[in-house]
């Protein structure tokens, strides 16, 4: 609309317009971006519209590196988040502690984590359910006996207090809590903790956690001796 077009379709100038890059824009969310429309192209030519089809870019490189938690680290996260000081009337008090305990004990992102629906904890045989994951598959994953028992008293502690509840980590008012939220709580917890963060794109993130998860699971798995492969 912007541009003035008034078909159904791309031209190549719509199309290199689109791929110019934006102002403060990573080339991580410009090649993304790109292969948007390139996909969105791609379909509209089988519904039968003609329509210029772009090129992708060149392939960018990742410098991300993943931070590891050490386990002593992880011990001094967590006592942090036990005993932080918020309002009697918060219910982060009994959240954040179970909260950050299950997205590290079972690898999660932090939105499967807040997406989960109490019906999709299985306390009485010790697995949840992940549903609507980035990949589009859900996935049953099992908790450990420590994490069973923590959610367990979270639940009798906590959600019993509600007459109904969708969300496992619910509000009062039965929405969901935002990534945001529990993003600001983690960089209290982690200056409680004396973990240093560095900075915006540096990390630590409530992320690493997953990335934690792996590289223990997997040291773990070798000091067995099990096959990794």
Not at 19 to 41: G, H, Q
Not at 48 to 71: C, E
Not at 123 to 145: A, C, F, H, Q, W
Not at 162 to 179: A, H, R, V, W
């Amino acid at each position: 609309i912007k541009n003035g077009a008034d078909f159904i379709g791309l031209t190549k100038v719509l199309a290199d317009k689109w791929a110019e890059k934006r102002p403060n824009e990573s080339e991580v969310t410009r090649y993304k971006r790109v292969n948007d429309i390139i996909n969105f192209s791609v379909y509209l030519n089988q519904l039968g519209y003609q329509t210029y089809i772009p090129r992708q870019l060149k392939a960018y490189q990742s410098t991300f590196t993943p931070y590891i938690f050490s386990k002593e680290q992880l011990s001094s996260f967590f006592n942090a988040c036990d005993t932080l000081e918020i309002g009697r009337k918060s219910p982060m008090k009994y959240i954040l502690p179970v909260l950050y305990r299950v997205i590290y004990g079972c690898g999660l992102r932090v939105n499967e984590a807040l997406k989960l629906k109490c019906e999709d904890v299985n306390l009485d045989e010790g697995y949840i359910v992940i549903r609507e994951t980035k990949n589009g598959s859900d996935r049953i994953l099992p908790i450990s006996n420590s994490l069973k028992e923590i959610c367990v008293q979270y639940s009798k502690c906590y959600l019993s207090t509600f007459n109904s509840c969708d969300y496992f980590f619910g509000q009062g008012n039965g929405k969901k809590f935002s990534s945001d939220r529990v993003y600001r709580w983690f960089r209290k917890i982690l200056w409680k903790a004396g973990i240093p963060h560095g900075g915006k794109g540096m990390g630590p993130r409530v992320h690493d956690f997953r990335h934690s998860f792996s590289v223990h699971s997997l040291a773990e798995m070798s000091r067995k001796g099990l096959d990794l492969y």
